[in-house]
């Protein structure tokens, strides 16, 4: 099983909408995570930290469920902007090192 | 600000040939890593180093070797390149393990 898994996508969905991505990770006492977001050949770049109680970012929320070992991304509003593979990243228990997970692609539709 | 840079951006190397990757930050972080993104497969983990003079192995280091002599640079030498060492290669920093890792532009390899 891998350590972080998500569904690849893509999700193609119009502008203004409203999509969810989740993540599975394996190690129940990963302590840190965090969404990051790569552009077509470019470098990966964070898009926002995911804290135990949720958090927002204008029109991008973060959930982690520790219960369930998953966390959420929700981006409310589309932009043709948010065109993009989404990355989720964890911090496994006694490893100096992130995990990332294989991306999920997003393409935003006009 | 320079940032995360990465030397050079572009490579094609024939299989056997050796070459070195270097990586440079100017932002004093002690964490650095090196990471290859295949297609379908996420970013791997090659080697990572905690500070200077120190190196550590990640999930992929077969077949590469890494040096941190200078806190600021982070070295990736393939010694032999073989085909399946054809890929994006990706070095980032970061203060702290848990912290945010910034990314250089990266290296497109290909091994012929």
């Known amino acids: 099983r891998k350590e972080v898994e998500q569904d690849p996508g893509p999700f193609n969905v119009p502008e203004g909408a409203t999509v969810a991505f989740n993540c599975t990770y394996s190690?129940?006492?990963?302590?840190?995570f965090f969404w990051y977001r790569q552009d077509c050949r470019k470098e990966p770049k964070l898009l926002m930290s995911?804290?135990?109680s949720g958090n927002e970012d204008g029109r991008f929320t973060a959930q982690l469920n520790r219960a369930s070992q998953y966390i959420s991304l929700l981006i409310r509003d589309s932009k043709l902007s948010d065109s993009a593979t989404y990355l989720c990243v964890v911090n496994p228990t006694g490893r100096r090192a992130l995990t990332f997970g294989s991306g999920t692609r997003l393409q935003v539709q006009p | 600000n320079a940032g995360v840079t990465q030397t050079p951006k572009f490579r094609v190397l024939k299989t056997g040939q050796s070459m070195t990757l270097l990586c440079a930050q100017d932002m004093n972080h002690e964490y650095m890593y090196w990471y290859r993104q295949d297609p379908g497969m996420g970013l791997r983990l090659i080697h990572y180093?905690?500070?200077?003079?120190?190196?550590a192995k990640g999930e992929v280091p077969d077949g590469y070797n890494v040096s941190r002599l200078k806190k600021q640079n982070f070295l990736l030498g393939l010694e032999s390149a073989a085909p399946s060492q054809t890929s994006v290669y990706f070095c980032?920093?970061?203060?702290?393990?848990?912290?945010?890792?910034?990314f250089g532009p990266g290296t497109r390899l290909t091994v012929l």
């Open positions: 995911v804290y135990s």
């Open positions: 180093s905690v500070g200077e003079g120190t190196t």
């Open positions: 980032a920093s970061s203060r702290d393990y848990t912290d945010t890792q910034y």
């Open positions: 190690n129940s006492a990963s302590q840190s």
